[in-house]
């Protein structure tokens, strides 16, 4: 595993620097099997995350899995272990689906953005949302995992997963809970996609017992 020392905090990057970075489907292989993906993805300079992240966090799960889970990036400490949804937000979203009776090593998860974005502070690393701009151009990877796994049923957990799949205007309250109808030339179609709110957001919920319980409601609608 590369080093764990944390770089210098991330400065939105200028027009013209945009536009120097070609976004990442250059970097995405022919071979949409897994292991090839992963491999690859660790050298993806397709935008400017991958300077101040520790390594690249590829989805994790079984080939074949009939539910893609996505998330919004890696953390602080699946930046460090390369591995999604290890830190606190993972173990509840964990618990919320054993509690909507889904096995959690079933699932496949992964994020709409595959580098860890943050500012430093002092000697923490604070997460810091990705921009549209991010979202957009880490958008191959996913769509990339989306043929190799092909899931009947993705999840995007958050407004972040949410505009990875239909674009920057997507909201979670406007959406949630409901079957959506996939975009038309987003990639593999899968059969149904959801949408629900990101764990973190419960973990930071000041009335956490009502936001988990319509967390685990939402997930419910997987075993249907
Ligand atoms: N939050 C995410 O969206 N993804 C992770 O992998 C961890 C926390």
Same mark, same amino acid.
Not at 18 to 30: E, I, K, L, Q, Y
Not at 139 to 161: C, F, I, N, S, Y
């Given at each position: 595993?590369?080093?764990? #020392?944390?770089?210098?905090?991330?400065?939105?990057?200028?027009?013209? =620097?945009?536009? !120097?970075?070609?976004?990442? +489907?250059?970097?995405?292989?022919?071979?949409?099997?897994?292991?090839?993906?992963?491999?690859?993805?660790?050298?993806?300079?397709?935008?400017?995350?991958? @300077?101040?992240?520790?390594?690249?966090? $590829?989805?994790?799960?079984?080939?074949?899995?009939? /539910?893609?889970? /996505?998330?919004?990036?890696?953390?602080?400490? =699946?930046?460090? #272990?390369?591995?999604?949804?290890?830190?606190?937000?993972?173990?509840?979203?964990?618990?919320?689906? =054993?509690?909507?009776?889904?096995?959690?090593?079933?699932?496949?998860?992964?994020? !709409?953005?595959?580098?860890?974005?943050?500012?430093?502070?002092?000697?923490?690393?604070?997460?810091?949302?990705?921009?549209?701009?991010?979202? +957009?151009?880490?958008?191959?990877?996913?769509? +990339?995992?989306?043929? !190799?796994?092909?899931?009947?049923?993705?999840?995007?957990?958050? #407004?972040?997963?949410?505009?990875?799949?239909?674009?920057?205007?997507?909201?979670?309250?406007?959406?949630?809970?409901?079957?959506?109808?996939?975009?038309?030339?987003?990639?593999?179609?899968?059969? @149904? /996609? $959801?949408?629900?709110?990101?764990?973190?957001? /419960?973990?930071?919920?000041?009335?956490?017992?009502?936001?988990?319980?319509?967390?685990?409601?939402?997930? @419910?609608?997987?075993?249907?």
């Amino acid at each position: 595993m590369p080093s764990a #020392a944390p770089r210098s905090s991330i400065a939105s990057p200028s027009a013209s =620097e945009r536009a !120097a970075w070609p976004s990442a +489907a250059r970097w995405v292989p022919d071979d949409h099997a897994l292991p090839a993906l992963e491999a690859a993805v660790a050298g993806c300079r397709g935008c400017d995350l991958w @300077r101040d992240a520790t390594q690249a966090v $590829f989805g994790s799960g079984p080939r074949g899995a009939e /539910v893609m889970l /996505v998330g919004e990036q890696p953390g602080d400490r =699946e930046d460090l #272990a390369g591995e999604p949804f290890v830190g606190p937000a993972g173990a509840l979203l964990d618990r919320a689906l =054993e509690d909507a009776g889904i096995q959690p090593d079933t699932v496949f998860r992964t994020n !709409a953005v595959k580098h860890f974005r943050h500012v430093d502070k002092g000697h923490k690393r604070i997460h810091k949302t990705p921009s549209r701009w991010q979202v +957009a151009q880490c958008q191959p990877w996913l769509l +990339a995992e989306l043929d !190799a796994v092909r899931p009947r049923t993705v999840v995007l957990l958050g #407004a972040t997963a949410g505009q990875a799949v239909f674009g920057p205007r997507f909201t979670v309250g406007d959406h949630r809970g409901r079957a959506l109808v996939w975009p038309e030339g987003v990639g593999p179609e899968p059969e @149904r /996609v $959801f949408s629900t709110v990101h764990p973190a957001s /419960v973990l930071r919920s000041r009335n956490r017992q009502e936001d988990y319980d319509a967390f685990v409601a939402d997930l @419910r609608l997987l075993s249907r």
